[in-house]
């Protein structure tokens, strides 16, 4: 009988090799800090920040802006078509103002909205993705509460966000003298980004776009079907009609504004928007006395760092602001550390 020896068996080693890199003997570099070594960085930071806070906020008060809330002005309308059962009357308001000097360059148009909380979380998922693609209008699933009719069909396009579009039309007249008016161009072509126009929105491929929509309806605030929403651009109908596609570009924030048309610049209107008497003439449609919100329309120039907003410029001046205050207080207690060490050898 023979007796297994266990001992003689190697049992694999658990000790790394002897090489430098398992050993870590390996050459490295380690940086000895000194304050000299330090604090320059510190400074170059601060004044790296403070510079480009500076010119940004200088940038932003360059912008010429011009925003006129119409809630209230438009108090008949909004009394008229905040009613249900005027859902299909219209109500027009104009609404006059002065542009003190000219605003040139390329002038853009916006609405603004106050209290309208599109971050909310149901609301925010309240979309069908594929539908938008224009793969299966029918796949209403996720829309709720607005995925299919009392009859049972499916919303195209289904979900809050969608049923929610703002739908005011806004038109802006100039007054060169009292007895004549010219309308200003507007243009709703380039007010969305690139990826949403191409990527995330597709109508169905259809050679008739109506054809395309058999068996669906349209949302129940709205008053026309998806392929309907431009007379004037076939092309700009469907999901790919731009002010949708603006619409459904969720804000964050609960008040915010969004693109609405851009200043074609021709005859008069080529170098910008000349100093003067203006009008916007609005249909009223849009809600917002029911959520106790308020709305707007604004006209801005830009910059090459965007709209008139301080938030940037003011971000960037504070962190350039805190840095040099943090380099001052190390310095002064490295110059204060090495007198005291200095004496302590006398």
Known sequence: MKIKDYNSQRLPSRIPDNS??????????????????????????????????????????????????????????????????????????????????KMPGNVYMYYKLHSFYQNYHLYLISRNNRQLLGEDITNVENCAPFQRTSKGIPIAPCGAIANSMFNDTILLSYYPNSSTRINVPLLSSEITWWTDK??????????????AFAGTAKPPYWRKPIYELDQDNPENNGFLNNDFIVWMRVAAFPTFKKLYRRIHRVQQFADGLPAGNYSFDISYNFPVTVVKGEKGVVLSTVTWSGGKSFFLGIAYTATGAMTWLAAFSMTAVHLKMKKKNGSSHL
């Open 20 to 101: 430098a890199f398992k050993q870590q003997r390996l050459p490295a570099w380690r940086p000895y800090l000194t304050a000299w070594a330090v604090l320059p960085g510190f400074f170059a930071t601060a004044t790296f920040f403070l510079g480009i806070g500076i010119f940004l906020i200088l940038s932003a008060k360059s912008v010429k802006e011009i925003e006129i809330t119409y809630t209230d002005i438009c108090s008949d309308c909004s009394k008229l078509r905040e009613n249900a059962s005027n859902f299909y009357k219209e109500c027009t308001c104009s609404i006059p103002f002065f542009i003190p000097e």
């Open 198 to 211: 191409h990527v995330k929105f597709q109508n169905p491929k259809s050679s008739n776009l109506s054809s």
